[in-house]
């Protein structure tokens, strides 16, 4: 997360973010990011309205309670 942080702050990026972060990891590099004063924006995970499964209500639970915004990949479960 150095590196991420490294490329905030020289401006080669507006925001950061990560996928498929469950909510400890998230939470770690959360704290990571903040200790060198870098926003974590968001966490891609999958989450859909019918496969809430393998944790991703904890894990949006987690981005709540953070502010780290959740985006869903296949919020409508590819259709189904």
Same mark, same amino acid.
């Given at each position: 997360?150095? !590196?991420?942080?490294?490329?905030?702050?020289r401006g080669l990026v507006k925001? @950061?973010? $990560?996928? #498929? /972060? %469950?909510?400890? *990891?998230?939470?770690k590099c959360h704290d990571a *990011?903040? =200790?060198? !004063?870098?926003? &974590?924006?968001? #966490? +891609?995970?999958? /989450?859909? *309205?019918? %496969?809430?499964? #393998?944790?991703? +209500? +904890?894990? $949006?639970? =987690?981005c709540n309670e953070l502010g $780290? =915004? @959740? *985006?869903? /990949? /296949?919020?409508?479960?590819?259709? &189904?």
């Open positions: 997360w150095e !590196g991420i942080a490294e490329c905030y702050h925001n @950061v973010g $990560v996928s #498929n /972060y %469950g909510p400890t *990891l998230v939470t *990011l903040a =200790k060198r !004063g870098v926003p &974590l924006a968001s #966490n +891609q995970i999958a /989450y859909s *309205l019918i %496969g809430r499964h #393998n944790g991703a +209500q +904890q894990t $949006v639970d =987690k $780290v =915004k @959740v *985006l869903a /990949y /296949y919020p409508f479960a590819m259709g &189904l």
